[in-house]
T-cell receptor, first 117, second 113 residues
Framework: EAGVAQSPRYKIIEKRQSVAFWCNPI?????LYWYQQILGQGPKLLIQ????????DSQLPKDRFSAERLKGVDSTLKIQPAKLEDSAVYLC???????????????FGPGTRLTVL | AQKVTQAQTEISVVEKEDVTLDCVYE???????LFWYKQPPSGELVFLIR??????QNEISGRYSWNFQKSTSSFNFTITASQVVDSAVYFC??????????FGTGTRLQVFP
């Protein structure tokens, strides 16, 4: 079974530039998550989709971050414009079902390491 | 509010030593799940174990064992006879009424040969 795919693996940009990350979850997984992991910290949830609807984006800085999951499969996370403090690893995860069900394990992708100069 | 505390920032041991990673959590949910993940240098989070709040039985899987104590809100992880390949950052995490995972700050384990 293929795992969660993410691209690119690394990205270096200058502040005020824009950047986008892509995630392809495990086939059949209804729920998709984007996490931000700043160096030395644990991952923090940015946004959770169930199919193509948003169920939790309470910690997404909506003035600069946006995410979409068209057709309930792939997802993109965009930052525009980037700030120095956005330097982090962005992790995508997926699970079979979501809220309201007995717990399903989240499977994580390899992450995209973003450096903002 | 939910919170996970991993007080140990970094632990160094010599191969074959036993090591325990501490995790203390806070939640008001009556039903919750606790997790341990391993993050090797490659960066990918690897799931190790899930435990629900109604199951306080300790679990052993090979060299790994977990001690869950609701009375002290702790979910500690022990590696017996550590190996160099165990070197990684280990995260404890909590999930309550939603699927949202709340992670601790992680413990970096270095196992020296």
């Amino acid at each position: 079974e293929a795992g969660v795919a993410q691209s690119p693996r690394y990205k270096i940009i200058e502040k005020r530039q824009s950047v986008a990350f892509w995630c392809n979850p495990i086939s059949g997984h209804a729920t998709l998550y984007w996490y931000q992991q700043i160096l030395g910290q644990g991952p923090k949830l940015l946004i959770q989709f169930q199919n193509n609807g948003v169920v939790d984006d309470s910690q997404l800085p909506k003035d600069r971050f946006s995410a979409e999951r068209l057709k309930g499969v792939d997802s993109t996370l965009k930052i525009q414009p980037a700030k120095l403090e956005d330097s982090a690893v962005y992790l995508c995860a997926s699970s079979l079902v979501g809220r309201g069900s007995s717990y399903n394990e989240q499977f994580f992708g390899p992450g995209t390491r973003l450096t903002v100069l | 509010a939910q919170k996970v505390t991993q007080a140990q920032t970094e632990i160094s041991v010599v191969e074959k030593e036993d090591v325990t990673l501490d995790c203390v959590y806070e939640t008001r949910d009556t039903t919750y799940y606790l997790f341990w993940y391993k993050q090797p240098p490659s960066g990918e989070l690897v799931f190790l174990i899930r435990r629900n709040s109604f199951d306080e039985q300790n679990e052993i899987s090979g060299r790994y064992s977990w001690n869950f104590q609701k009375s002290t809100s702790s979910f500690n992880f022990t590696i017996t006879a550590s190996q160099v390949v165990d070197s990684a950052v280990y995260f404890c995490a909590l999930s309550g009424d939603t699927d949202k995972l709340i992670f601790g700050t992680g413990t970096r384990l270095q196992v020296f040969p």
